[in-house]
């Protein structure tokens, strides 16, 4: 089986595709597959054992997305079915083109993440999907249908994600739920060995993943200027950073945020693993590898409850759930878990066996069992 893999990030950016789509195309590929890539990139993406075709994200939107529509329908037609983990709509043109099965891994509502990008609404992601909306927003609702309508199965990562993409109109039988995995965590350094390369003691809050309003860490900055005796460390870059930066600076937080700027995988895991938790504060969500991956080395996570989130996040079992855009609970569960010695040891006890059955080469192996399902139908 040839697989082309779609996807809009990709090491060395940070963020769940940028996760999932390496970790699948080494599965392929170490199972005798034929894989190949196309992505986005400001620079050449390091070698991988298959080829990864990448457009440069300096060109003009307009023009990077028919380039990406392009390559992907000619690297279709000598693969056996696309699977595409974000620029969904340029995927299916390339599979429509090249006259091959597209698999699409849901991550998000792209109608609606286009629609905050250009201003044309500012509310929550459930509230988006009963807006009647303008011309524009319809446009980019019946863009978003079309284009799952061509798969031949769509598969998302939470509960909350299926039953959002069953509202569009998408058959039930097509839209399966395939958890995003937790991480195989590596032999690690000594978390003491870690904390001290990244110069921070006492309790330490981490996030990983890109800086975009979604995010809203700028919560995260006040919680933390609200709370003494906490750290930040934040890994990942995008547009939002010179601001956060610069609000960090207002806050008096000089030597307790730090922003550390792009990493890898590992990067991302040991940060978690010498954090006492990781920080969500994001608007919505489906469900954030970086959740998994916080959890999966033991590390607790104090996130707000929005999307699929609270299908793995379990308040005071694995970590903290807080109602989203509150600073007073987000602000008041920081002091709490600062405060409480004995909670964050049971925090961390359970987190890594609260999402052992979500291992990833179970949930990778389920993928490649469901791509040879399409192309053998």
């Known amino acids: 089986m040839n697989v082309l893999v779609v996807s809009g990030i990709w090491p ?44 440069s994200r300096r060109l003009p939107a307009g023009v990077r997305h028919a380039k990406v529509a392009l390559d992907a329908a000619r690297r279709a037609r000598s693969s056996n079915v696309v699977y595409a983990t974000s620029m969904v709509r340029r995927a299916a043109a390339g599979a429509a083109v090249a006259r091959r099965p597209l698999v699409v891994k849901l991550v998000a509502d792209e ?27 319809r446009a980019l609702r019946r863009s978003r249908n079309a284009a799952l309508r061509r798969a031949a199965l769509v598969t998302a990562p939470s509960a909350y994600l299926r039953g959002i993409a069953l509202g569009w109109g998408l058959d039930p039988a097509l839209v399966q739920v395939v958890p995003n995995p937790a991480p195989s965590v ?44 906490v750290a930040l ?8 950073r010179e601001r956060l930066e610069r609000v960090a600076a207002e806050l008096g937080l000089d030597g307790r945020v730090r922003f550390l700027g792009s990493g890898s995988r590992d990067d991302v895991l ?11 504060t994001s608007a919505w969500e489906n469900l954030p590898h970086t959740v998994l991956e916080a959890l999966a080395v033991g590390t607790p996570v104090i996130a707000t409850s929005v999307g699929g989130v609270p299908e793995v996040v379990r308040d005071g079992e694995n970590g903290l759930l807080v109602p989203p855009a509150s600073p007073e609970a987000l602000t008041s569960a920081v002091r709490r878990f600062v405060g409480d010695a004995a909670l964050r040891e049971r925090l961390a006890a359970n987190a890594a066996a609260s999402v052992a059955h979500l291992a990833e080469g179970v949930l990778l192996e389920r993928i490649e069992a469901l791509l040879t399902e399409v192309v053998e139908a």
């Open 233 to 240: 460390v934040v890994l990942g870059d995008g547009a939002e």
């Open 111 to 137: 109608a609606y993440e286009r629609a905050r990008r250009h201003g044309l609404f500012a509310g929550t992601l459930d509230e988006f999907q009963s807006l009647r909306g303008g011309l524009r927003l």
């Open 12 to 55: 060395p950016d940070v963020g769940g595709p940028a996760s999932h789509a390496p970790a699948l195309a080494a599965r392929l590929h170490e199972s005798g597959h034929g894989v190949r890539v196309v992505t986005t990139a400001s620079a050449p993406p390091a070698p991988q054992a298959y080829p990864v075709y990448w457009v």
């Open 270 to 280: 040991r940060l978690f693993a010498a954090a006492d938790a990781a920080i969500l």
């Open 186 to 229: 590596p032999e690690l350094p000594p978390r003491a060995e870690i904390r001290a390369q990244l110069g921070v003691d006492g309790v330490v809050l981490a996030f990983a993943g890109r800086l975009t309003p979604q995010k809203r860490l700028d919560l995260a900055l006040h919680a933390v200027a609200e709370v003494p005796g």
